[in-house]
Antibody, heavy 118, light 112 residues
Framework: EVQLVESGGGLVQPGGSLRLSCAAS????????MTWVRQSPGRGLEWVAT????????DYVDSVKGRFTISRDNAMGSLYLQMSGLRAEDTAIYYC???????????WGQGTLVTVSS | EVVMTQSPLSLPVTLGQPASISCRSS???????????LNWFHQRPGQSPRRLIY???NRDSGVPDRFSGSGSGTDFTLKISRVEAEDVGVYYC?????????FGGGTKVEIK
């Protein structure tokens, strides 16, 4: 059974940092493109970042470029999102997902809530 | 970025009756490789999105055949032939043809 389990969310002050993790199992993680998608009442569903299977390349939505970094550890079956310079508009539920082909995310985690507030 | 516009925002339906959701993109979703990357997701309250249909009309495993996707270019439709109680929730279209992938604002389906 495929499982994606996010962790690391919480309350952080504006300008602060947070690292999200996603533990993957039940599929060949090292062969899979992986992604982070976030959801908030104000911005809806928003693609955040994607990383290649071997970690050799990644891409980001403009609103997080230079502040967020996606990475992975294929030996551990884990995906990460390092977030810095956090802003109120980054408040959202963050989902990790497997991207089998052109953003058609077929497996989603349960999400982890990030709240940016003073 | 590509703007995805869904209508209606809210769709009250009677059990057993059909339902239809429209999704329009600001650019053609036909990729340079010739494929069209338009997906549909369903999200129940308190749950993660679940993919229903990928590349316009391909139903995911376990998705009832009362769900169907159609369309081309910039106009797409998700149809439910006979709505059941478990179909309530929000439906989203999403394009993967252009970076960044973008979602529609969602259509909330509820039972009358």
């Amino acid at each position: 059974e495929v499982q994606l389990v996010e962790s690391g969310g919480g309350l952080v002050q504006p300008g602060g940092s947070l690292r999200l993790s996603c533990a993957a199992s039940g599929f060949t993680f090292s062969s899979s493109w992986m992604t982070w998608v976030r959801q908030s009442p104000g911005r809806g569903l928003e693609w955040v970042a994607t990383i290649k299977p071997d970690g050799s390349g990644e891409d980001y939505v403009d609103s997080v470029k230079g502040r967020f970094t996606i990475s992975r550890d294929n030996a551990m079956g884990s995906l990460y999102l390092q977030m810095s310079g956090l802003r109120a508009e980054d408040t959202a539920i963050y989902y990790c997902g497997r991207d089998p082909n052109f953003a058609a995310v077929d497996y989603w985690g349960q999400g982890t809530l990030v709240t940016v507030s003073s | 970025e590509v703007v995805m516009t869904q209508s209606p925002l809210s769709l009250p339906v009677t059990l057993g009756q059909p339902a239809s959701i429209s999704c329009r993109s600001s650019q053609s979703l036909v990729h340079t490789n010739g494929n069209t990357y338009l997906n549909w997701f369903h999200q129940r309250p308190g749950q993660s999105p679940r993919r229903l249909i990928y590349e316009v009309f391909n139903r995911d495993s376990g998705v009832p055949d009362r769900f169907s996707g159609s369309g081309s270019g910039t106009d797409f439709t998700l149809k439910i032939s006979r709505v059941e109680a478990e179909d309530v929730g929000v439906y989203y279209c999403m394009q993967g043809a252009h970076w960044p992938p973008t979602f529609g604002g969602g259509t909330k389906v509820e039972i009358k």
